[in-house]
């Protein structure tokens, strides 16, 4: 084998190059430091505490001396921000994401989301959590579509973190108390030695042993404390801590001295780290997941502040954010804007580490401006708040509502413009806008737009301004799905908490959640022939939740035999005659308050080459007895129906001449002779769709929504055409949820939803 020499010439250039790469490899050392170069991370969330419960936000209430120090020698945040709700603000901190994107329901995670503990273990921390986790399981049994939620949420031993000890981590009437006697999870089973002891001095105790354990290499904690949150009990430095039986008594007078102990806990944290020679190499993070419970109030000064937690005001949403490292970060107040889903892309910045490669967020990192490195340092300037913690027991109130908002001014969803400045409690809305206002409004209304789970079309035709008291000025119409063949039918199952809804041609029935958008349901709805049939159209459910079917294909009206879990085209055949002859094509189907079935009965759906056995076509009502009333018989195309709210008429839409009728139901001279409610001829002749009156929903007000020409018409009691829910489309139906503050509509080959917000009381 030959040796083969290499005879270098520039001996100097050579070893230059090697220099070069050198200090580009000791470069990137420094920007991607290893395990054991990076700090450790110590992220504490109070629960329910406001700005104004602090010294160093201005609080004269209450005594906080270890926060204000760390406040007074760190960064403290003017313009820090969260959810008005813990669970809301809990996910997005962990997953570092908008809640339009990831959430499912009230005391849920998602268990296939990738947590803030999972990315640091990923980059070699020990990680640890203590407090309350609540992201497991939260609606008690009984609760509309508790069944589909139970226990579906993350679990300890999922969520990334080496060791744990966590209050309120299976069912909500499980989880017992947070404070004296607590229940806590750790490990793999409940602690059995917390007699006599006090929740937040065994979250840290638990804490400050995970430090000592793990002191020579970095960890992370995350710390979502159990205090200040309801109930409001005792603590042990209270006078009547002695007294056991003192312990679990509520009375709001004990705020103060929670909030005075979660301060002595997280100097007994600091305390630890000093000890072990660590403070110096450990951030320390303290935020809160909303604003202080709506029943205290405290002093800022001659200032009373009551608390606003479950409010989109700055009580509710303004929350305390305070950076503590001893010799990194000098002594600072930071006018950043900062939202939950900031904290991981922070926290990467802070170790030197990009987030992993296909890992999304929504944040952005808060860190460079905090270490004075502004040189190409463009942070948004504004934040957004979208919250909708529904659905979950005892949120059934709360409507979603979103917002933009800078240092100055916040633009909701709605279209309220408030100068936050000047209008703290957001009683004043702009409204004549002209200048660096209007600028400003029409860039927040950019980014709302631009950031939400569904885009939007259409707009709101208003003719009268009574419409606003039915639908909210500035609502969207949000499109749910698209791409349909031709829709129909849509009902609403309270205890599924699910939108169901026909695509005729394809002899299908869809479901969409909000937790999983579109799913197929059912197949061969309306048709089980072998030959090509017309599916499903209109849906009901009946009195004991059961679905009812117009299973056109068919000539039926039919009740799925099938559970909502697992449906198969199984049916139980209700009616499918008058008088022994065919029904043509059962069309829309409505159910009373007795659990009378009323049904239409046009020829849409059959089969041409067939022969109809009845001469014309009907609005009939399937009695509990099992016979059948004929209850109309001289309209041309019946199609939709309707009951009034004490249901003593009956609305009918004639889709053939746009006409829309009433009845007479406390007659009982069958078949009836209606009325004409309302005429649809010139908007139908004026329609870019020329779509007939078709589907429609009645709500406890007497309000009609009725699909029709372009949009739903909102009509009210009297016959009066109110306004259009545009679309420009061909609107064949609509229905309300249970508490009638959503309205789905089916359009063409879109699935649309509109929110009506606080208009509706739950029937």
């Not at 042990?236 to 909030?259: E, I």
Request: net charge neutral; proline share 6%.
């Amino acid at each position: 084998m030959q040796k083969i020499k290499l005879r270098v010439k520039n001996k100097p250039l050579i070893l230059c190059g090697l220099f070069i790469i050198y200090l580009f490899s000791i470069s990137s050392f420094a920007q991607e430091p290893t395990v054991d170069k990076m700090p450790n991370i110590i992220l504490i969330m109070a629960d329910d505490l406001g700005r104004e419960a602090l010294g160093a936000y201005g609080g004269t209430s209450y005594k906080t001396p270890v926060l204000d120090k760390i406040a007074s020698e760190g960064a403290l945040f003017d313009h820090a921000y969260a959810y008005p709700l813990c669970t809301p603000t809990r996910v997005s901190l962990m997953t570092g994401k908008y809640n339009f994107r990831n959430w499912k329901a009230f005391g849920i995670l998602d268990p296939n989301e990738k947590t803030i503990g999972h990315l640091m273990q990923e980059q070699g921390y020990k990680t640890c959590m203590v407090g309350k986790w609540q992201l497991q399981s939260y609606d008690p049994p009984g609760f509309p579509g508790s069944d589909l939620r139970r226990g579906k949420g993350m679990t300890l031993e999922n969520a990334g973190f080496d060791e744990y000890a966590m209050y309120h981590t299976a069912h909500t009437e499980d989880k017992g108390s947070r404070f004296a006697d607590p229940m806590i999870y750790s490990d793999g089973d409940f602690l059995k030695d917390t007699h006599n002891k006090y929740g937040p001095d065994v979250f840290v105790d638990f804490i400050n042993d995970f430090i000592a354990k793990n002191v020579k290499q970095p960890f992370f904690v995350y710390y979502p404390m159990a205090l200040t949150h309801p109930p409001f009990n005792i603590t042990p430095d209270s006078k009547t801590w002695d007294d056991a039986s003192q312990r679990l008594l509520v009375d709001k007078a004990n705020f103060g001295d929670m909030v005075e102990y979660a301060d002595k806990l997280v100097g007994k944290i600091i305390k630890q780290l000093e000890d072990l020679g660590v403070r110096d190499n450990t951030l320390l993070i303290f935020y809160t997941d909303n604003g202080t419970h709506q029943s205290i109030v405290s002093m800022k000064g001659a200032k009373a502040v009551q608390g606003a937690k479950g409010e989109m005001i700055d009580n509710g949403t303004r929350a305390p954010l305070i950076l503590s490292w001893p010799g990194k970060i000098n002594a600072q107040k930071s006018d950043q804007m900062v939202a939950p889903s900031d904290f991981i892309p922070t926290i990467f910045d802070v170790i030197g580490r990009n987030t992993p490669k296909g890992f999304y967020t929504d944040g952005s990192s808060f860190w460079p401006e905090i270490l004075n490195k502004k040189e190409d340092f463009n942070r948004r300037d504004w934040v957004l708040i979208d919250h909708n913690p529904r659905p979950g027991w005892d949120k059934e109130s709360i409507m979603p509502s979103r917002f933009v908002k800078g240092k100055r001014y916040k633009l909701y969803d709605d279209d309220r413009f408030y100068d936050i400045k000047n209008d703290e409690l957001e009683q004043n809305k702009l409204v004549k806008l002209s200048g660096d206002k209007l600028k400003i409004k029409k860039k927040y209304s950019k980014i709302l737009d631009s950031l939400r789970a569904y885009r939007t079309f259409g707009e709101l035709k208003v003719f009268d301004p009574s419409f606003y008291k039915t639908v909210p000025a500035h609502t969207k119409i949000e499109v749910l799905g698209e791409g349909f063949t031709w829709i129909e039918g849509p009902v609403w199952v309270e205890k599924e908490q699910a939108l169901l809804f026909s695509d005729v041609p394809r002899n299908v029935i869809y479901k969409w959640t909000e937790s999983k958008g579109i799913e197929l349901f059912l197949e061969k709805s309306g048709y089980t022939g072998t030959k090509k049939g017309s599916g499903s159209n209109g849906l009901a459910v009946d009195n004991d939740g059961q679905l009812l079917i117009c299973r056109d294909g068919d000539r039926e009206i039919a009740r799925l035999i099938s559970s909502y879990a697992y449906p198969i085209p199984v049916f139980q055949t209700l009616v499918d005659n008058y008088q022994g002859k065919r029904l043509n094509s059962p069309n829309d189907v409505i159910v009373d308050k007795k659990g009378n079935i009323y049904f239409t009965d046009p020829p849409y759906g059959m089969d041409p080459n067939i022969k109809p056995d009845l001469d014309f076509y009907g609005v009939y009502r399937l009695n509990l007895d099992g016979t059948v009333d004929l209850l109309v018989e001289n309209l041309s195309r019946p199609n939709g129906l309707g009951l009034s709210p004490n249901e003593s008429k009956l609305y009918v839409a004639n889709s053939a001449n746009s006409q829309f009728m009433v009845y007479d139901l406390k007659k009982e001279t069958f078949p009836m002779k209606g009325s004409l409610f309302f005429d649809a001829k010139t908007l139908v002749e004026e329609s870019r769709s020329k779509q007939q009156p078709d589907g429609l929903d009645i709500n406890k007000e007497g309000m009609i929504f009725l699909a029709g020409p372009d949009g739903v018409l909102l009509i009210d009691p009297s016959g009066k055409h109110l306004g259009t829910i545009y679309t420009g489309k061909k609107t064949s139906n609509c229905v309300l949820s249970d508490d009638e503050k959503t309205l789905y509509v089916t359009c063409d080959d879109y699935i649309l939803r509109v929110v009506l917000g606080y208009a509706y009381k739950k029937k």
